[in-house]
């Protein structure tokens, strides 16, 4: 779950760091676990993480001053510096941007993530492999809605969608997985399953 943002408390944050490089602190501790999860989850290892959310800290700080509030919390301000950075680094590697999907299904049903619930070694397999078919906007939105538990305006925010098409994506999203997960046509005679993928309200 989201935790409610303080915008009176953020905005008085935001005006200190853009006078007092040292204030900004106060913002790095507030949402550096934040930020280092989703990054993370987008390339897959420690150390690349590490060196990313460093950079992402750097490049705000460095353009706190032509930060504009637009209604949103500043962490998709954040979120928006991290996926650019994200995107460069695969582009340089020519890597498909895949997420460490064990860790993502892992992490998700810790906190009840309701998505996708294996019955079988051989459905949980299924899952990982018909995620990672996903585009990397698809699988992007499922790391922010499902690791993240961002609202879909947080998420228009990151990937520079409007709400609407976040709430589209999101839906074709869980449509393909579910497509993906059901029986081939081939096999009329056993009984199709539909694994337990449902919605979670928008915010």
Avoid: C
């Avoid at 890597?95 to 619930?117: T, W």
């Amino acid at each position: 779950m989201t935790v409610p943002v303080d915008y009176e408390d953020e905005a008085r944050l935001i005006a200190q760091a853009k006078e007092d490089a040292e204030a900004f602190g106060a913002l790095y501790e507030r949402y550096v676990e934040r930020i280092y999860n989703y990054v993370y989850y987008r390339v897959g290892n420690q150390q690349d993480a590490e060196d990313l959310v460093a950079r992402v800290f750097y490049r705000a700080l460095a353009n706190i001053d032509n930060y504009e509030d637009r209604g949103v919390p500043f962490s998709a301000w954040l979120y928006r510096i991290a996926h650019n950075l994200v995107a460069n680094w695969h582009r340089d590697r020519s890597r498909r941007n895949i997420v460490p999907l064990d860790d993502l299904i892992i992490a998700g049903a810790v906190d009840g993530m309701p998505e996708a619930v294996a019955e079988s070694q051989e459905e949980h397999a299924r899952l990982i492999e018909a995620v990672r078919r996903l585009s990397p906007d698809r699988q992007q939105v499922l790391i922010l809605k499902f690791v993240e538990r961002l609202s879909n305006v947080e998420i228009g925010g990151i990937m520079d969608r409007t709400e609407g098409a976040v709430k589209s994506l999101y839906h074709r999203t869980l449509i393909t997985l579910r497509d993906a997960l059901t029986l081939p046509a081939a096999e009329p005679k056993k009984k199709r399953r539909w694994f337990g993928l449902r919605r979670t309200r928008s915010k």
